[in-house]
């Protein structure tokens, strides 16, 4: 008689939020990650309800001044009760099918099979959903090729650290798997809001890559613009999501244009050249990014 095989260890999961005065967005999201083991809202000491949106719902709240994103990041995983931790924006909400496949996965104690997994993201751009590429044009082979250029969200902590001040990025050893379900993302569901950030964010890449020694042109950052357009509407098919892929394809054309532009400017204030005003030469020091993990 064959001895039964041994039951599986159920692997717990934190689900980790962090927050700078999210009191909005934070509810869907906490219901969205209620099945987890612990949800972690790691806050950069918001002055709005946040923290007390957090606790209501039963979120546990550790606050923290933020440096930066990895240096946050990085913080917040050494905070979770769990290894296997999963990263979720207070914009985005994770899909019944993405809950029903990772609590399948740890209850089965099969998540170390791999070290991480990366998660598509679905964008709700001007009344559609956005996807790269549209599910219905994408081959399997296809989809998990591209859904690993997704940074991974669910992870074994001990394996993994964050680093790059913004747009931060994760480096955790292989292997890695590839998740059916999906995050939803709610952060520009209009052009208003997908252009309200777009100032801050691409002064801080501009920061980011003076700071590297990076040099730019005008020429040079049409070309960048131009090209990025061009490699996201054509060669990862934007142009397969109508009228929305040409709209974010020309913004994430216009974006890299504005970072290079910008770091163009900055060389130029430093090196003095032109007539700058004392609230141009303090920009480069306000957007300054500390690269801390």
């Known amino acids: ?97 993405l809950r029903d496949e990772i609590t399948a996965l740890a209850a089965a104690g ?46 074994d902590r001990r394996q993994a650290a964050w680093h790059r001040a913004l747009h931060e990025e994760v480096s955790v050893p292989e292997p890695h798997g590839v998740l059916d379900g999906v995050i939803c993302h709610y952060a520009g569901t209009n052009l208003s809001l997908t252009l309200e950030s777009f100032n801050t964010y691409s002064s801080l890449e501009a920061a980011y890559l003076h700071q590297q020694g990076k040099q730019a042109s005008m020429l040079t950052a049409l070309w960048r613009g131009a090209r990025t357009f061009a490699f996201h509407y054509v060669v990862q098919g934007w142009f397969r999501n109508g009228e929305n892929g040409l709209l974010m394809a020309a913004i994430a054309g216009m974006n890299k244009f504005t970072n290079y532009a910008k770091l163009w400017e900055r060389r130029r204030i430093e090196a003095r050249q032109g007539t700058w005003t004392e609230a141009d030469r303090a920009m480069l020091e306000r957007y300054r990014v500390e690269d801390q993990d």
């Open 1 to 97: 008689m064959q001895a039964p095989h041994p039951a599986a260890t159920p692997m717990p999961i934190s689900a980790i939020i962090m927050t700078r005065n999210e009191a909005g967005n934070l509810p869907e999201c906490l219901a969205s990650v209620a099945w987890a083991d612990e949800v972690l809202v790691v806050d950069s000491l918001s002055t709005d309800d946040t923290v007390a949106v957090a606790e209501r719902a039963g979120a546990r709240v550790v606050q923290h001044s933020f440096a930066n994103y990895a240096a946050q990041r990085n913080y917040a995983q050494a905070q979770a009760a769990y290894d296997w931790v999963l990263f979720i924006d207070a914009d985005e909400r994770v899909s019944t099918d």
């Open 110 to 155: 099969e998540l170390g099979r791999n070290n991480a997994y990366h998660i598509q993201r679905v964008h709700l751009i001007s009344g559609r959903w956005f996807t790269t590429p549209p599910d219905r044009t994408a081959t399997p082979k296809l989809r998990a090729a591209l859904r690993r250029l997704e940074v991974p969200r669910l992870f």
